[in-house]
Every structure is written in C-alpha cells, then in structure tokens.
Antibody, heavy 120, light 111 residues
Framework: EVQLLESGGGLVQPGGSLRLSCAAS????????MSWVRQAPGKGLEWVSV????????NYAASVKGRFTIARDNSKNTLYLQMNSLRAEDTAVYYC?????????????WGQGTLVSVSS | QSVLTQPPSVSGAPGQRVTISCTGS?????????VHWYQQLPGTAPKLLIY???NRPSGVPDRFSGSKSGTSASLAITGLQAEDEADYYC???????????FGTGTKVTVL
C-alpha cells in the first residue's frame, strides 16, 4: 500500500524558516515525480512545487519561487520542502502527493497533511 | 489564485443528479490538457475521483463521471447519496504557468 506521511509543520514567526518532510513507502520512490500542494484554512487547493524522480528538475508556483526549495533523498524515500522568509499568507496545511504520470498529470495519493502556521 | 472556475456550491436531494462545472482557458483545459477531479471529505486529505477527463480509479463508484469539452469540464454525480457531501476540485495543467492549477472548489450538499 502506498503511504505518504508528512511532518515538520508548526508555528513559526514571519520571516522564519521551516522544513517539511514526507516519508514515502509502498512504491519505488525514485521512479516518481513528487509534489507539494497546500490549502489555507477554509480555502481551496494551491499547487506549490514539483520535483522529478532524480531530483534534478524542479518547478515552483510564482507565490513561493525564490523562498521555497523542494528536494528529495531517494536513499531515504523522503521528500522535503524547505520554506524560508515565511509570510502570514503561507499559513496552510501542506500535503505531499505522488504524481503517477509525471509533472502534468494528477496527484495520487495524498498524504494526511501537516499544518504550518505563520504568526507573531 | 485559482485559474479554474467552479460554482461555490451545488445541492440535491438523495437520488438526484448534480453536475459541477470547471471553466478554464486556452492555456489549460483548452490547450488539450487533461482534467482530473478530487473529493475532499471534511477534515481529510483530497482523494482522486476522476483522472484523464473521464476515468475512475479502482474503488470509485460509477455514480461519478467526468467529461470535457473545449475550455470546460464537468463532474456528474448520479444517484446522490449522503456520503457524497464533500468539497470537489478540478485540476489541470497550465502551459503558460508551467504548473498545475486547481479549480476554486465546489461544496456539494445533500438535502
């Protein structure tokens, strides 16, 4: 069974940093594109970032480009999201998701999410 | 900053049919990019409902169906059940933005 388990969320002050992790199991992690999607409280879904199976190709939403960095450690079956210069508007539940058919395709499955709160 | 537009809410009585529209543009749905749909039950992560415009993953009831035409797509739920109360989101790829985009979301209420 494919499982994705996020961790690392919490309360951080504006301008601070946080690193999220997503531990994957049940599939050959290095063979799949992985992504982060977030959802602000009471709001809709927003795609954040994507990384290729090797980790060599990445892309970001305009709202986080230059502040967030996606990475993966295929030896540990783990996806990361380094978030710097955090703003109040980054407050959201962050989900990691597998992209079975690549960058342009759908997200399946999703992890349970980890909450990031940016506030002073 | 949703690029795909959905109605905020739709409702129906048990057993009825409801549809949810997803309107995009020439850079996403109209560019020939596939549309996918997700169901998000209260307090849970989104779950894939329809992929590739009209395909159901294993385990998704055939009461759910998808279609796509031009710059829009639709999700239909027939034989509406109480357990279908949830938020529904469409998703595609935007060639201009070089990234995935989601719909604004639709809350389905079973009367």
């Amino acid at each position: 069974e494919v499982q994705l388990l996020e961790s690392g969320g919490g309360l951080v002050q504006p301008g601070g940093s946080l690193r999220l992790s997503c531990a994957a199991s049940g599939f050959t992690f290095s063979s799949y594109v992985m992504s982060w999607v977030r959802q602000a409280p009471g709001k809709g879904l927003e795609w954040v970032s994507v990384v290729s199976g090797s980790g060599g190709v990445t892309n970001y939403a305009a709202s986080v480009k230059g502040r967030f960095t996606i990475a993966r450690d295929n030896s540990k079956n783990t996806l990361y999201l380094q978030m710097n210069s955090l703003r109040a508007e980054d407050t959201a539940v962050y989900y990691c998701a597998k992209k079975p058919t690549g960058t342009m395709g759908w997200f399946d499955p999703w992890g349970q999410g980890t909450l990031v709160s940016v506030s002073s | 900053q949703s690029v795909l537009t959905q109605p905020p809410s739709v409702s129906g009585a048990p057993g009825q049919r409801v549809t949810i529209s997803c309107t995009g543009s020439s850079s996403n749905i109209g560019a020939g990019n596939d549309v996918h749909w997700y169901q998000q039950l209260p307090g849970t992560a989104p779950k894939l409902l329809i992929y590739g415009n009209n395909n159901r993953p294993s385990g998704v009831p055939d009461r759910f169906s998808g279609s796509k035409s031009g710059t829009s797509a639709s999700l239909a739920i027939t034989g509406l059940q109480a357990e279908d109360e949830a938020d529904y989101y469409c998703q595609s790829y935007d060639s201009s933005l070089s990234g995935c985009v989601f719909g604004t979301g639709t809350k389905v209420t079973v009367l």
